[in-house]
């Protein structure tokens, strides 16, 4: 199994499914936008940008973003960090789970430009280079995923959870992991990985 | 999402002139995000007021006071919180999840706008979304909604846990606006909807709520916060209740009971209140006040079922109260 796994790796400079489908879709969006774009029905205020800097993962930026720009969308479209996800994009999922000044939120509910000069840290950030994060590396271990869809949101929050000192029990887990919906229903491998992590101190 | 400005404040005063001339507040952002996304709301500016010092939580003498801008997360945990109020750590810790417990403000907290359904639905008809438009819970999927307080126009539950124990408490607010300051019992925050559900608070224009105050009282050590609802955590309450006894020999010397899940507004049940005084600390005396609240109570076509789960969430909250050492 190991002699075959580097096969299932793309090399090289890969396109990845992302970029695929941005092509994709913008070509899709060339073809069906219509020839004028329809006057606005009302004079609404200028839009005005907005120039932050973020510190990710270690990695200082400086941006300008749209007002109504997420921060989960600055991470995913501006910084290419496409490990947190948008799931439902109403703060209801967790998949969206970033450390905010070593804080967890969802990075769906708040904007960007509302954040100047903050340390965030998402799913990217975890693995110290090769070598998984414990709690990565424990999700793999007790099969914690399926889909895999939450997991970056499920680990980030983890993480925190730990952090916060309330993994001390399976039962807390469940109450302080609440905020992660995994719709395959991963829950037992999930709360075993967290619980694991916390327990070794 | 509709375009807006967004400013920053570097002063209160700055932050209330700007609300003042028509910009709404944003803290932590969690209710106006999502519903501007949604363009139920549609602030064309936006006045940030994070960096405001109203963060700070602490004792003055035996009251405890919460800034507005202190998280829920902060709150919750902090030590001063637990030893003068637990019973507003533990309605704290039972509402949203970690992540947007580290995210909401306490004032937005107390100004997040209702969860029905129709709220959020824009093609249909709701006269707090759209004054005048009808109200599409009053025949459809009310399950979630109000049982007291309600009215022909809306039906709607206000969503919050800790304005529930704050309500019971008696807590107060120190609010201000561009003509000055003034205080304001958190209940007399919330409006009844009448024929205004569009109207949910009694904030004048500008108006900034700037610190919580929960006063001491001889039933603050004895108080529990006790949620009914579809799963063990993170979901709105069906029905909930802060309650808080003061003990003396034995009987029930002065109670504080408000619930939520029920009414338009944190509801606070002073008939059942009075009808604890001076009783014993037993069963029969909670089920007895707990009777007298659903008075006036009006279930709609699916939430029958709140006018006998709400006096059995009383009984067993005074139960919990009463069991506190």
């Known amino acids: ?201 | 999402m509709l375009p807006f400005a967004l400013e920053k404040a570097r002063s209160t005063e700055d932050a209330i002139a700007a609300a003042a001339a028509g910009a709404r507040y944003i803290a932590g952002g969690t209710t106006l995000v999502d519903l501007m996304r949604e363009e139920v709301e549609r602030p064309e500016r936006l006045i940030d007021i994070n960096a405001l010092p109203l963060k700070d939580i602490h004792a003055d003498g035996s009251d405890l006071v919460i800034g507005a801008l202190a998280r829920m997360a902060e709150v919750a945990a902090h030590p001063e919180v637990k030893r003068l109020q637990p019973v507003i750590a533990e309605a704290l810790i039972e509402g949203a999840s970690p992540q947007l417990r580290n995210m909401a403000s306490m004032g937005g907290n107390l100004l997040q706008r209702c969860r029905c359904p129709y709220f959020r639905m824009l093609d249909a008809a709701c006269n707090k979304r759209a004054p005048g438009s009808g109200c599409s819970a009053i025949d459809g999927l009310n399950a979630g909604n109000a049982i007291l307080g309600t009215s022909a126009s809306c039906v709607a539950t206000h969503p919050s846990d800790v304005a529930v124990a704050l309500v019971a408490l008696g807590a107060t607010m120190r609010v201000r606006g561009p003509k000055g300051e003034r205080n304001l019992a958190v209940e007399e925050l919330f409006r009844l909807p009448g024929d205004t559900p569009h109207l949910e608070h009694t904030l004048l224009p500008g108006e900034l709520i700037l610190d919580i105050r929960v006063p001491a009282g001889p039933y603050s050590r004895r108080a529990r916060y006790l949620k009914v609802r579809d799963r063990a955590s993170y979901e709105f309450a069906l029905v909930s209740a802060a309650a808080a006894l003061h003990v003396e020999n034995g009987r029930i010397r002065s109670a504080r009971l408000a619930v939520g899940g029920v009414g338009t507004r944190p509801w606070r049940l002073k008939a059942c209140e009075e009808a604890l005084a001076g009783k014993p600390v037993d069963r029969a005396s909670f089920e007895a006040a707990a009777r007298l609240a659903t008075q006036g109570a009006r279930p709609l076509s699916h939430n029958h079922y709140k006018v006998e789960l709400l006096p059995r969430t009383i009984v067993r909250a005074l139960e919990m109260a009463g069991e506190v050492a």
């Open chain 1, 1 to 201: 199994m190991t002699d075959s796994a580097p096969e299932l790796q793309p090399r090289g400079p890969a396109i990845s499914r992302r970029r695929v489908l941005q092509t994709t879709a913008a070509v899709v969006a060339l073809d069906t936008l219509p020839p004028t774009p329809p006057a606005a029905a009302q004079p609404v205020p200028a839009t005005a940008t907005a120039t932050i800097k973020l510190r990710v993962n270690g990695a200082p930026h400086a941006l300008t973003v749209d007002p109504r720009q997420s921060l989960l969308d600055v991470l995913r479209e501006k910084l290419d960090l496409p490990g947190t996800k948008k799931g439902c994009n109403q703060g209801a999922c967790g998949a969206c789970t970033v450390l905010l000044d070593g804080k967890r939120i969802v990075s769906c509910l708040t904007l960007a430009a509302m954040h100047d000069g903050a340390e965030l840290t998402t799913i990217e950030g975890l693995a110290k280079g090769d070598a998984l994060h414990p709690l990565q590396a424990a999700f793999i271990e007790h099969d914690g995923l399926q889909c895999g869809f939450c997991t970056p949101g499920q680990i980030v929050s983890g993480v925190a959870c730990i952090a916060e000192g309330h993994a001390g029990s399976p039962e807390e887990v469940k109450f302080w992991m609440s905020g992660n919906i995994c719709r395959c229903g991963a829950y037992p491998g999930i709360v075993a990985a967290v619980t694991e992590i916390a327990g070794r101190g």
